[in-house]
């Protein structure tokens, strides 16, 4: 290399001191200099980011560029039950079936236009003028094949659907705005899809925009996992205009593409079973459901038992509102009969007789309570029991943080746990507090949240505890880091939550000079104790936290003191008391799993 070419370096999100040191041919202490120069205290094991890391380089003379991250074919989420019984037909009776399309991607990103503008184009019956209803679903011909298009968004059980929606599906449309790019609905998509173990083609949408800049989305993708065909990558990426339909015969091409290369297959005689893709009640008509079949073929007059509900075909139509007879794999129908309104993702299946229907939905009513009562369904500390007893062989994770500079070095760092016994699998990791669709997808692939300086919405914390899901919070890295792996060594205690006891002002410091300063304080709200821990806060900022040292009362020590009296106080630790200053006193409780 001559003296003038600038050295490069590719760098990943986050590394530690020691092995960026080891890339960039320099000694951790130099780095830890130029970081101390800039401000920022480190260790050699301290995991930095990209743009710390780049800053480093940038001072030794060399350009550090983002490392596009390898994607790994990594199999997880449970095979859903319709996909096992296809698996446990006769390969004899396998029967190619139209591939069953979902679209997901961020708010805004044009979901809705697409999906019409396919539906437009390409259904018969609206370009006459038919009159054609939203059932959930539509079906079109390409080049003389049929597509079966899942309709989720903008409907009610959007968020219901869409944890369970990929699993229904045999490919994933994601829809990215060639304007916007990866959002966090986007990434969300990509756990979804993965979870589900669908492949992804992704619709790179509003290209006809000025603002349009495919190559960023594509690098954004390439960073999530999803590298681009035409950047050597496995995942289609076709520009899309929904609004001027450009490109919209590329993305049906692709399609059919992933469709050929996958085995979308059915046994159109074997047994009856599908999904519930939406249903509601009608005044007049009773319990209407839209099915998608998925394997057998389903007929007028048959009964079949969804969830709690169950009945007899009275009548069945297609998407276009017209009465048929029969319909087999893929297809999506409505139906009437059900005498319950069954659930959005539900599993149907034909049994012989109303009888043989109501037996398995009494027995389905004894499974649910039982479930209810023992609904530790995911929580970290009896993982462990599970997975000796072989019912887990991963821990899946969802990682929620404040930002992004918190988030890499938390992955970072679960990567580093060994790994032996069980396997750890990040689902999704995303900025911001823990939302229901967090808990959704906890829910679909049986996973636990982990929440690092965010909080839960008081909605996912309903819908937690409704599914049995286990969210843990933490506001020190290493605390969660150290769970993770006390909870794959099995020795996990009880999470602990923080219980406030009381608050006390400052009213004067006295100073002795063998104790040091002394808080001499008004219990202001609830009791102080002496065997807890106490914040002195001051402006809102926490100066201290530690346990108190002293607790007294008139020269006496004392246990606790209530609202009301004053009392003298000393923090483990710190000497610094300002009159004014608030003490909160508090403990920690053992919180019940949820
Ligand atoms: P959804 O929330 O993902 O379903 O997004 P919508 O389909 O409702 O679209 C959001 C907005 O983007 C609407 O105002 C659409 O008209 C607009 N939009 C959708 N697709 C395109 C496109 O290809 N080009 C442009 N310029 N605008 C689009």
Same mark, same amino acid.
């Given at each position: 290399m001559s003296?003038?070419?600038?050295?490069?370096?590719?760098?990943?999100?986050s590394? /530690?001191i020691r092995?960026?040191?080891e890339?960039?041919?320099?000694?951790p202490?130099?780095?830890?200099?130029?970081?101390?120069?800039?401000?920022v205290m480190a260790?050699?094991?301290?995991?930095?980011d990209?743009?710390?890391a780049a800053?480093?380089c940038?001072?030794l003379g060399?350009?550090? /560029?983002?490392?596009?991250?390898?994607?790994?074919e990594?199999e997880?989420g449970?095979?859903?039950?319709w996909?096992k $019984?296809?698996e446990?037909?006769?390969?004899?009776n396998?029967?190619?079936r139209p591939?069953?399309i979902?679209?997901?991607?961020h708010v805004?990103?044009?979901?809705?236009?697409?999906?019409d503008?396919?539906r437009h184009?390409?259904?018969?019956?609206e370009?006459?003028?038919?009159?054609?209803?939203?059932i959930g679903?539509?079906q079109i011909?390409?080049?003389?094949q049929?597509i079966t298009?899942?309709d989720?968004?903008g409907?009610?059980a959007?968020?219901?659907?869409r944890?369970?929606?990929?699993?229904?599906a045999?490919?994933?449309?994601?829809?990215?705005?060639?304007?916007?790019g990866v959002?966090?609905?986007?990434?969300?998509?990509?756990a979804h899809a993965?979870?589900?173990?669908?492949p992804i083609?992704v619709?790179l949408?509003?290209?006809?925009r000025?603002?349009?800049?495919?190559?960023?989305v594509?690098k954004?993708?390439?960073?999530?996992g999803?590298?681009?065909?035409?950047?050597e990558g @496995?995942?289609?990426?076709?520009p899309v205009?929904?609004? /001027?339909?450009?490109? $919209?015969?590329?993305?049906?091409?692709?399609?059919?593409?992933v469709? @050929?290369?996958?085995k979308?297959?059915?046994?159109?005689?074997?047994?009856?079973?599908?999904?519930?893709i939406e249903a509601?009640?009608d005044?007049?008509r009773?319990v209407?459901a839209?099915?998608?079949?998925?394997n057998?073929t389903?007929h007028?007059g048959e009964?079949?038992?969804?969830?709690?509900?169950?009945g007899?075909i009275?009548?069945m139509y297609?998407?276009?509102?017209e009465?048929i007879e029969?319909?087999?794999p893929?297809?999506?129908?409505q139906i009437l009969?059900l005498n319950?309104?069954p659930?959005?993702?539900?599993?149907?299946?034909?049994?012989?007789?109303?009888?043989d229907a109501?037996a398995?939905v009494?027995?389905?009513k004894?499974?649910?309570?039982?479930?209810k009562?023992?609904?530790?369904?995911?929580?970290l500390?009896?993982l %462990?029991?599970? %997975?000796q007893?072989?019912?887990?062989?991963e821990?899946?994770l969802?990682?929620?943080?404040?930002?992004?500079?918190?988030l890499?070095?938390?992955?970072s /760092?679960?990567?580093?746990i060994d790994?032996?016994?069980?396997?750890?699998?990040?689902l999704?990791?995303e900025?911001g507090?823990?939302?229901e669709s967090?808990?959704?997808?906890?829910s679909?692939s049986?996973?636990?949240?982990?929440?690092?300086?965010v909080?839960a919405e008081?909605a996912?914390?309903k819908?937690?505890?409704?599914?049995?899901i286990?969210?843990r $919070?933490?506001?020190?890295i290493?605390r969660l880091?150290?769970?993770?792996?006390?909870?794959?060594k099995?020795?996990?205690?009880?999470e602990k939550q923080?219980?406030?006891l009381?608050?006390a002002?400052?009213?004067?410091?006295?100073?002795?000079?063998?104790?040091?300063?002394?808080?001499g304080c008004k219990v202001?709200?609830g009791t102080?104790?002496?065997?807890?821990m106490?914040?002195?806060?001051?402006n809102?900022a926490?100066?201290a @936290?530690n346990?108190?040292a002293s607790?007294r009362?008139e020269?006496?020590?004392?246990?606790e003191v209530?609202?009301g %009296?004053e009392?003298g106080?000393r923090?483990?630790?710190f000497?610094?008391?300002?009159?004014?200053?608030?003490?909160v006193?508090?403990?920690?409780e053992e919180k019940?799993?949820?």
């Amino acid at each position: 290399m001559s003296e003038n070419e600038k050295k490069t370096v590719e760098l990943p999100t986050s590394i /530690t001191i020691r092995d960026l040191g080891e890339r960039i041919g320099s000694s951790p202490i130099q780095i830890i200099k130029i970081l101390m120069s800039n401000g920022v205290m480190a260790n050699i094991n301290q995991i930095i980011d990209f743009d710390t890391a780049a800053i480093v380089c940038a001072e030794l003379g060399i350009d550090a /560029t983002l490392e596009i991250p390898e994607v790994k074919e990594e199999e997880f989420g449970e095979v859903p039950l319709w996909r096992k $019984l296809i698996e446990d037909e006769d390969a004899a009776n396998l029967e190619k079936r139209p591939p069953v399309i979902t679209i997901l991607g961020h708010v805004d990103h044009g979901k809705t236009t697409l999906l019409d503008a396919i539906r437009h184009t390409n259904v018969a019956g609206e370009e006459s003028g038919g009159i054609t209803q939203h059932i959930g679903a539509y079906q079109i011909v390409h080049k003389n094949q049929k597509i079966t298009f899942l309709d989720t968004p903008g409907h009610a059980a959007f968020t219901a659907m869409r944890a369970r929606g990929a699993q229904g599906a045999d490919i994933v449309i994601l829809v990215v705005a060639a304007n916007d790019g990866v959002m966090p609905q986007t990434r969300e998509a990509i756990a979804h899809a993965k979870a589900a173990r669908v492949p992804i083609i992704v619709a790179l949408n509003k290209i006809d925009r000025d603002d349009a800049n495919p190559d960023m989305v594509k690098k954004q993708l390439a960073d999530n996992g999803l590298v681009p065909d035409d950047w050597e990558g @496995d995942t289609m990426v076709v520009p899309v205009s929904a609004k /001027t339909k450009k490109g $919209l015969d590329d993305l049906l091409e692709a399609i059919s593409l992933v469709a @050929d290369s996958s085995k979308i297959l059915a046994n159109p005689k074997g047994k009856v079973i599908g999904t519930v893709i939406e249903a509601k009640i009608d005044k007049a008509r009773g319990v209407i459901a839209t099915l998608l079949v998925q394997n057998g073929t389903l007929h007028q007059g048959e009964t079949v038992v969804v969830g709690l509900a169950h009945g007899n075909i009275k009548a069945m139509y297609n998407f276009l509102g017209e009465k048929i007879e029969e319909a087999g794999p893929s297809t999506p129908i409505q139906i009437l009969g059900l005498n319950e309104v069954p659930q959005a993702g539900d599993i149907f299946q034909v049994v012989p007789s109303e009888k043989d229907a109501r037996a398995i939905v009494a027995d389905r009513k004894a499974k649910l309570n039982e479930a209810k009562q023992n609904k530790k369904q995911a929580s970290l500390e009896d993982l %462990f029991n599970r %997975f000796q007893a072989g019912e887990v062989r991963e821990l899946r994770l969802i990682i929620k943080a404040d930002v992004q500079g918190s988030l890499d070095p938390i992955i970072s /760092t679960i990567n580093e746990i060994d790994q032996k016994e069980i396997k750890i699998n990040i689902l999704h990791a995303e900025t911001g507090n823990i939302s229901e669709s967090d808990v959704m997808l906890a829910s679909a692939s049986n996973a636990i949240i982990v929440g690092f300086n965010v909080e839960a919405e008081s909605a996912a914390y309903k819908l937690a505890e409704s599914e049995g899901i286990s969210i843990r $919070l933490y506001d020190i890295i290493y605390r969660l880091t150290e769970d993770i792996e006390k909870a794959l060594k099995g020795m996990l205690e009880p999470e602990k939550q923080e219980v406030i006891l009381g608050k006390a002002q400052i009213l004067t410091v006295f100073s002795f000079s063998k104790v040091g300063k002394i808080a001499g304080c008004k219990v202001i709200e609830g009791t102080i104790r002496r065997n807890a821990m106490m914040r002195v806060v001051r402006n809102g900022a926490v100066l201290a @936290d530690n346990e108190v040292a002293s607790l007294r009362r008139e020269k006496e020590n004392v246990r606790e003191v209530r609202e009301g %009296f004053e009392c003298g106080i000393r923090v483990k630790g710190f000497n610094d008391f300002a009159e004014g200053d608030t003490l909160v006193c508090y403990t920690f409780e053992e919180k019940p799993a949820i």
